[in-house]
């Protein structure tokens, strides 16, 4: 592997709300090129194994990877953990009710889009789409479209799903002190995901970083699909003043969203790169 590895450290298989196996992924990841993954699904560990087994057979190196939605002062923010022990214990209990959260969540969805007449029976209809998986918005959009309702994932989430839509449904998260603390004790790190997606400030932005890093965190994202060149430079400026690790990762959920794809990200140079933290690689 060469000193500085292509790595692409945030991405999504059907595991959560990605639309192929994390094996496709990990394949698909390799043609690009990279080096060292990391599989980071929404709240779950369930596709680790395979994705773990599919790079090491392709020669990847594999880094244990999650994105946890989690709350910071009654706003939604996600933190990405990396090379964490899978195995460790306090990972089922966590993660079994984040499993009940969503799905309180996906019930109170499918009763919005039933009421304004979108169809009955939705929850199942999305369960269904989902499979084994955990169920999200996603699915809804994919039950939707079975049911003619909209034409596209887009149509879905810009009419009923998106944010300020009928179905843009709150949960209560936990907090990130608890994100974090079920990382860090499991022998990971974490670093904050798409710090400019939250419709957050700079000034919001430099707060939520101060409580992070307070709280256990090491870091933050400064290079990911849909960042422009000036809220990057920010960004890598920001971790340079907190004196913390930069991540980057192409956020890949679909061969079908044309904007992003495994191992793309903008280019950027930065010091402290997270993978400098990610050996031993724990399994």
């Known amino acids: 592997m060469n000193s500085t590895p292509k790595f692409d450290l945030h991405m999504h298989s059907r595991a959560s709300d990605g639309t192929l196996a994390p094996a496709e992924v990990m394949q698909r990841a390799h043609d690009a090129g990279v080096e060292l993954i990391a599989l980071t699904d929404h709240d779950t560990l369930e596709g680790l194994s395979e994705a773990r087994t599919a790079a090491h057979a392709l020669g990847m190196t594999f880094i244990n990877g999650v994105e946890l939605t989690a709350d910071w002062r009654g706003r939604v ?9 899978a195995g460790a214990p306090q990972f089922e209990h966590y993660m079994q009710h ?9 019930r109170e969805i499918a009763r919005k889009l039933e009421k304004r007449g979108l169809g ?15 169920i999200g918005r996603p699915h809804f959009a994919k039950a939707l479209m079975a049911l003619g309702k909209v034409s596209s994932m887009q149509e879905a989430f810009d009419a009923y799903l998106g944010q300020g839509t009928i179905g843009d449904v709150k949960a209560t998260w936990p907090s ?12 990971g790190v974490v670093v904050l995901a798409h710090p400019t ?10 707060e939520l970083m101060t409580d992070l890093l307070a709280a256990g965190a090491i870091g933050l994202e400064v290079s990911f699909p849909g ?8 960004l890598i400026k920001l971790a340079h003043q907190r004196e913390c690790y930069v991540s980057a990762g192409s956020d890949f959920h679909s061969p079908d969203q044309r904007w992003t794809s495994l191992g793309r990200y903008p280019e950027f140079e930065a010091q402290r790169l997270i993978y400098e933290q990610l050996l031993p690689i724990r399994t």
């Open 77 to 85: 923010v996600h933190l990405v953990g990396l090379n964490f022990d």
């Open 98 to 106: 984040l499993m009940t959260l969503r799905d309180d969540r996906a």
């Open 120 to 134: 009955s029976n939705l929850y199942e209809a999305a369960r269904e789409q989902a499979g084994d998986t955990q």
């Open 176 to 187: 990130y002190v608890e994100a974090i603390e079920l990382i860090t004790a499991a022998g």
């Open 197 to 206: 997606k939250y419709n957050f400030t700079f000034t919001k932005i430099r």
């Open 227 to 234: 960042v422009t060149p000036g809220h990057q430079h920010e």
